[in-house]
């Protein structure tokens, strides 16, 4: 459908424009994401394996690596629900570390609730995304059906071999 292949772009746009941002600009984006990562990541750090990364250059490089992968797929059209859920996962970090308007001062304030709110919106249009099937019926639905026609053919089979019996 031309709706499709205008709108994913569309919203992937934001997320590889911002993954290359980040990749460029790692360490300030870093310095925000600090308190987000020493919180979250630097409680658990003692309990994660050496090899993976907890300092938050690297974090960040990996998150604009997701945003850049994953926005790139949804772009063309690939693993679209897969590729929704990956931004979404990668967005969700980002807004409360970059956009916590809850401790912002009076001045940046707003700014900061309009940018929460756009990512906000962009989570809805990226769970809206991963839910679309392109029309095709959903595996829920597709699993109760077939589970309904085995269960019509089991007692097809089974009323069939109860008039073979004698008796």
Do not use: C
Request: proline fraction near 5%; charge should be positive.
């Amino acid at each position: 459908m031309i709706l499709r292949r205008l709108a994913r772009p569309m919203l992937a746009s934001i997320f590889i424009y911002g993954g290359i941002n980040a990749l460029r600009q790692a360490e300030g984006h870093a310095e925000v994401a600090k308190p987000l990562i020493d919180k979250t990541v630097g409680q658990q750090q003692d309990k994660l394996p050496d090899q993976v990364p907890t300092d938050p250059v690297s974090l960040v490089k990996i998150d604009a690596g997701v945003k850049i992968a994953a926005g790139t797929a949804l772009a063309f059209g690939k693993f679209p629900r897969l590729s929704s859920l990956a931004l979404v996962g990668s967005l969700v970090p980002t807004t409360v570390a970059g956009h916590a308007f809850w401790e912002a001062k009076d001045a940046d304030k707003q700014e900061q609730i309009i940018h929460f709110l756009k990512n906000l919106a962009l989570v809805g249009g990226l769970l809206i995304a991963a839910a679309d099937t392109e029309g095709k019926p959903s595996v829920g639905w597709r699993t109760r059906r077939a589970a309904a026609k085995a269960s019509k053919q089991v007692a097809s089979t089974a009323g069939a071999a109860k008039d073979l019996l004698p008796g």
